[in-house]
């Protein structure tokens, strides 16, 4: 298994959202992405985008289809659109764009099935990703929401953060009222279960990635970029610990 192989024709635009501000960029075949290059925000952070894609999507998680995306370097030479270089450093991570959809608000999350809050919230703990905060007065929760296709869950460029403590990621969720769901049996091995069926294609996942993200030297086997693949693992692997479990 490979992971999908994009080329680049136009870039259209450089986006106002997301402090990395990703490019909205058409393929081959018509279709637009958002696009994060290595040079924009590291080796590390494309390396979480591909894997939480690929867990997210074993999870049941709405998460746009992605891609490696090749920009050939002449749409890079000659854009005058701000901070193209953004887009160098190796083949890119592009995710597609969710036509009609909109960041998701307060007042919208009534709409998501509970299951759904729940997955999300233990998904994000698990991989440790700090970057889905929404209160009544907003915040950066990185779902999208259109009236035709429901929720999208998009931006794992910041997960793996092992510094964070599982108690910060907690309490700012934008859905940390489901944080007692695990409190019930049943629904807390329902997730164990869901955990390490995704967990259990590491092996496959981790194949897909680039050399050229895992690797500071893709020559060098002994450059892997922090947090390793090993590092990560072992992360992952902690949902077999009661401990992980205590949400609330």
Partial sequence: MTAPRLKAVEILRRSEQGLCRPFLIRDDKGD??????????????LVSELICAELGKRLGL??????????????????????????????????????????LVYSQMNRIETVLQQRVLVFDKWVKNGDRC????????????????GLGVIDHNVAFAMEIPDQEILTNHVFANQRHCCNDMVTRAEH????????????????LLPDEWVYRDRWDEDSEVAPTLEERYALLRRFNDDDFWRLA
């Fill in 32 to 45: 637009v992405y958002v696009v994060k290059g290595v040079d924009a925000v590291g080796k590390a952070a």
């Fill in 192 to 207: 164990i279960a869901a955990l390490d069926t995704a967990l259990a294609n590491w092996d496959r996942i981790t194949a």
């Fill in 62 to 103: 709405p998460i746009p289809a992605y891609g490696l995306m090749q920009i050939p370097q002449p749409l890079i030479d000659f854009s005058a659109i701000e901070g193209i270089w953004d887009l160098e450093g190796g083949p890119a991570f592009a995710s597609r764009l969710i036509e009609n959809a909109t960041t």
């Fill in 134 to 149: 929404l209160t009544e007065n907003g915040g950066n929760v990185n779902l999208l929401w259109s009236a035709g296709q």
